[in-house]
């Protein structure tokens, strides 16, 4: 099958993510249970597989992998809880582009951390990904009057993304020998769907409508399977290659599903904004 399959994909995946995540903010469901009900199928699934090996397994719970995988866990379902909210407020095509402007982080992580070398192309991408978010934020002049604005949505989604992205460069450089990918993503699902259960178990939310399961166990299938897509587009392609198409066509297809299907308005600044992040994207990596 050819690499550019799996791009497209991986990318229609991600805005599945998010088409979803609107209906669930549209719906008025409520968000951690469907959350909780996602990251348990996604889990399910990473562990079995076919490309999982279970032979000689022995990482204790106290290795490094795994503490990783705890943190990250608990990250991803928060940054996605924002996620939904954001999706709904700012719409389909301003949140996506938000977190796909968080490539910077890992990218200056790979600098500063591991060294990697950054060219002036790549510098410039910086700065226009700090102009792009600032384009992005809706209603700026209130940002830090309202502490309920929709633009702290928009600058949580993208450091929370950013973090968990970087979090996956740590395992790709330093633990990537102990643990396979979809073992190391099943431990994150299974650390995320930990974390919505005690959640809902203390807030004593445990009145799970049908719809909620439904949704969530759709969710989950897209959710795991936009980063295995990815991962087999990098077996064939260089992941400059990978991540720029993949990046520029969620972009493109989250703006347009929120225009057409949802009906989102854009500001002259935002539609900017999006220029910006595509051109960032290509220049970044």
């Known amino acids: 099958m050819s690499p550019w399959i799996f791009i497209i994909l991986s990318s229609g995946c991600s805005v599945a993510v998010a088409h979803l995540l609107k209906l669930v903010e549209f719906k008025q469901l409520n968000t951690i249970r469907v959350l909780t009900v996602n990251y348990l199928i996604a889990a399910f699934i990473a562990f079995l597989h076919p490309g999982n090996s279970y032979n000689n397994f022995d990482i204790s719970i106290n290795s490094p992998v795994i503490i990783l995988a705890i943190i990250v866990g608990i990250l991803f379902i928060v940054n996605f809880f924002i996620y939904s909210k954001s999706v709904y407020r700012n719409g389909v095509g ?28 790549e510098w410039i991408g ?125 972009v493109i297809g989250a703006t347009f599903l929120g225009v057409w299907w949802w009906g989102d308005r854009l500001t002259k600044f935002q539609w900017l904004g999006i220029g910006l992040t595509l051109i960032s994207i290509i220049l970044l990596v």
């Open 126 to 250: 910086i700065l226009f990904v700090f102009i792009a978010l600032i384009l992005l934020l809706p209603d700026k002049k209130s940002l830090f009057k309202k502490p309920y604005n929709a633009g702290w949505l928009l600058i949580l989604l993208f450091l929370f993304t950013g973090l968990g992205d970087s979090s996956l460069k740590i395992y790709e450089s330093d633990f990537s020998n102990l643990l396979t990918k979809e073992l190391f993503m099943g431990f994150i699902f299974l650390s995320s769907f930990l974390t919505g259960s005690c959640l809902i178990s203390i807030r004593k939310m445990w009145g799970f409508r049908r719809e909620e399961i439904v949704i969530g166990i759709v969710l989950g299938i897209p959710n795991l399977y936009s980063a295995i897509f990815l991962i087999e587009a990098l077996s064939y392609l260089s992941g400059g290659i990978v991540y720029t198409a993949a990046n520029l066509l969620t």
């Open 94 to 121: 301003i949140s996506v582009a938000s977190m796909r402007l968080s490539l910077i982080i890992p990218v200056l992580l790979s600098t500063f951390w591991y060294h990697e070398y950054l060219d002036g192309r």
